[in-house]
T-cell receptor, first 112, second 117 residues
């Protein structure tokens, strides 16, 4: 069974609009962490945001926020006021024990 | 500037050949990782090293080998035993393996794309 599911293989969004990238996860652990990384065409993975399972508030980092709904096991990434430079692959990942489990990614394209 | 350098960026291999991908970091990180990325899939862990002269197999270690003789360097050898080596390979590091499990902040190189001819 998939532990990390990203249901949107690709998305087109108009510049300056907000974007929500979906991520659902499956774990029986009480302690876990959820992350989002961005992969531009250059290839490197860039860490965006982290949410611990015990964190009560949603994580925010600049234009990025993580909409953490623990009961629904979802950890959606919200990008406010999208920019052309946001066009990239976005990966959701979950820490379970000492492992980091990755989703298949969402390709985001920002249209001018 | 501190970071992770992978080389070569592109590599072509004939069947039956071993090839070695280089990964060097100047971040003074203890833990280093090798991931494989295939189209439409998430990253899969090949090997990781928590400290010099120590490394552990990840989920897909068969057909790969690594060494960690220096803190800065973690080369990956793709051997002829790897049946389907065409992929994008990413090297990553973090301050400590335990620390990474708390914050998740891995630092990545720009990757090496290996193609088997």
């Amino acid at each position: 069974a998939q532990k990390i599911t990203q249901t949107q293989p690709g998305m087109f969004v108009q510049e300056k609009e907000a974007v929500t990238l979906d991520c659902t996860y499956d774990t029986s652990d009480q302690s876990y962490g959820l992350f989002w990384y961005k992969q531009p065409s250059s290839g490197e993975m860039i860490f965006l945001i982290y949410q611990g399972s015990y964190d009560e508030q949603n994580a925010t980092e600049g234009r990025y926020s993580l909409n953490f709904q623990k009961a629904r096991k979802s950890a959606n990434l919200v990008i406010s006021a999208s920019q052309l430079g946001d066009s990239a692959m976005y990966f959701c990942a979950m820490r379970e024990g000492y492992q980091l489990i990755w989703g298949a990614g969402t390709k985001l394209i920002i249209k001018p | 500037d501190g970071g992770i350098t992978q080389s070569p960026k592109y590599l072509f291999r004939k069947e039956g050949q071993n090839v070695t991908l280089s990964c060097e970091q100047n971040l003074n990180h203890d833990a280093m990782y090798w991931y494989r990325q295939d189209p439409g899939q998430g990253l899969r862990l090949i090997y990781y090293s928590q400290i010099v002269n120590d490394f552990q197999k990840g989920d897909i270690a068969e057909g790969y080998s690594v060494s960690r003789e220096k803190k800065e360097s973690f080369p990956l050898t793709v051997t002829s035993a790897q049946k389907n080596p065409t992929a994008f390979y990413l090297c990553a590091s973090t301050l400590s393996h335990l620390g990474y499990t708390n914050t998740g902040e891995l630092f990545f190189g720009e990757g090496s794309r290996l193609t088997v001819l």
